[in-house]
């Protein structure tokens, strides 16, 4: 039986309408890449990047990353660590975070996968839907922090607006189908 090849995920996702290109492993990039071309933010489009971490063997471990096109600054960087980590403590699937040693902001994700299975393309697609989707409600107010826009305080107020506008009103029931 195959094992996890990042290539079993391309039918799913270009069925599903996202554009990918699959990056061989090579010199400078130790495994395979696949890369997923998602919605824009702030006149940038965004790229998941999918790769099965090679540094760990035992079980494999997928990651998903995306490059944000932000960068935390001396000034910023306090108030954008917070208000990530209030963001990502609100979440369904966590993952955004900041490098303040280079100023990358970023969401980075990871799945565990079964060893010596192909990857579960539906569970997958799912995952991706959902990174993008939290990527397209949840970037403009990142940038705003990160940009020093938005203090921690405004930050922290815009997401609590945006977290009740993604619940149903009480008393009513979700009409998701």
């Known amino acids: 039986m195959a094992g996890p090849e990042l290539g079993q995920l391309v039918p799913a996702l270009n069925a ?12 400078e990039i130790p495994g ?7 919605g824009d933010v702030e006149d940038f489009t965004l790229s998941l990047e999918l790769m099965l971490l090679p540094e760990i063997s ?16 001396e ?18 699937l966590t993952g955004f ?3 303040e040693s280079n100023g990358w902001v970023f969401y980075r994700h ?21 990174v993008d989707y939290q990527l397209d409600r949840f970037a403009p107010l990142i940038g705003d922090v990160a940009a020093g826009k938005a203090d ?7 997401l609590e607006i945006n977290l009740k506008s993604w619940q149903p009103n009480e008393g009513e029931e979700d009409l998701a189908v």
């Open 32 to 38: 395979e890449q696949l890369f997923v071309l998602l």
């Open 75 to 92: 000034h910023t960087s306090p108030d954008l660590a917070r208000f990530l980590l209030a963001l990502n403590n609100a979440l369904a």
């Open 58 to 73: 035992e079980p494999t471990v997928l990651q998903l990353f995306v490059a944000l096109p932000f960068e935390a600054t």
């Open 16 to 27: 599903d309408g996202f554009l990918t290109r699959l990056v061989p492993a090579g010199e």
């Open 110 to 130: 990871l799945v565990v996968c079964a060893d010596n299975q192909p990857l579960d393309s539906e569970l997958l697609l799912n995952t991706v839907w959902m």
């Open 97 to 99: 975070g900041m490098d």
């Open 152 to 158: 921690l305080a405004q930050g922290l107020a815009s």
